[in-house]
């Protein structure tokens, strides 16, 4: 029988599979920062307050990037060829989830639908990645400095989740309920689908580089469709979740860190509706009511406050 634990230890150890997902990671974060940045300029005068975080997150991004490329260098291993099928974040945007990116290549400015289909996917991008990140932090006390380095990308991962969750609840509470509910659910499905694309594809190149056999290899695809059926049939009730996000636990060395699937990412049409109770006229990332979510495959309701003892998330560069 597969442990998880076992499986991710395996991976990390082997330099080769290491550095195709640390190289994974690098070139992604790079990418998307300068991106970022980018789309920042171009957000529409009624959501200017939105762009100084949106900026501030991309150099953060890119920051993330050279961490990660300093971590390779640590470890003596050069930087991988990233193949674009095993490109999560390319195959989101090649398949139209997001058309800020598209705009953004185009010099146009952004509509206020583009700035919400925009947040939508940076909710369920994050959502995914604070999840795989929270897992995989506890697995690294093999590789100096890359628990450190883990934990500073999921700290930031959560608070542009929270930030995105804020910004649409905005969106929310000036009237625009049914097209949060309509981009959350879109992109909570987009995104499940390319992550299990590029999972399938990270597992072909791995098993490969570890040489596992025929029968593991088959095992393990299908897990991965096995979550992303799960995630096709929980989708459909939880994508348009907003909730807020767990507290965020100090990682173990050698046991899974940070919260399973069921409690960090999917986006209830009540959650969303209870954070449109302010009225219209509020402006994204203002007060909700709350006080301020290696295993690819996981991922976000308003109350009136989060539970006491649940950990302070902030805006990136608010």
Request: with cysteine; proline share 7%; glycine share 12%.
């Amino acid at each position: 029988m597969l442990r998880r634990r076992d499986l991710v230890r395996e991976v990390l150890d082997d330099d080769a599979s290491f550095r195709l997902l640390c190289s994974l990671a690098a070139a992604a974060q790079a990418r998307n920062g300068r991106e970022s940045r980018r789309i920042a300029a171009l957000v529409p005068q009624g959501r200017r307050e939105l762009a100084p975080a949106m900026a501030r997150y991309g150099e953060l991004q890119e920051r993330h990037a050279r961490l990660l490329a300093g971590l390779l260098a640590a470890c003596g291993l050069e930087p991988a060829e990233v193949p674009p099928e095993v490109d999560h974040a390319a195959l989101l945007e090649r398949r139209g989830s997001c058309p800020a990116h598209a705009r953004m290549r185009c010099g146009q400015p952004l509509s206020e639908r583009d700035v919400l289909a925009h947040l939508a996917h940076g909710h369920a991008a994050s959502a995914r990645a604070a999840a795989w990140l929270a897992r995989l932090a506890g697995h690294l006390s093999g590789r100096p400095g890359a628990g450190e380095a883990v934990r500073e990308v999921l700290r930031a991962e959560r608070e542009h989740l929270a930030w995105c969750r804020e910004g649409m609840l905005g969106f929310a509470r000036a009237g625009h309920v049914a097209a949060v509910e309509l981009v959350l659910r879109e992109n909570a499905l987009a995104e499940a689908r390319a992550h299990r694309d590029a999972a399938l594809a990270v597992l072909a190149r791995t098993g490969h580089l570890l040489g596992w056999s025929m029968a593991r290899s088959v095992v393990m695809e299908g897990g991965v469709q096995a979550r992303y059926a799960y995630e096709r049939l929980a989708g459909r009730r939880r994508a348009v979740r907003l909730d807020p996000l767990p507290p965020l636990p100090e990682p173990e060395p050698g046991a899974d860190a940070g919260p399973g699937p069921e409690h960090e990412s999917e986006p209830t049409r009540d959650a969303v509706r209870a954070g449109s109770g302010s009225g219209p006229g509020a402006r994204p990332g203002a007060e909700s009511g709350t006080e301020h979510g290696a295993e690819p495959g996981e991922g976000p309701g308003a109350g009136s406050r989060t539970p006491s003892g649940e950990a302070a998330t902030t805006s990136p560069g608010v």
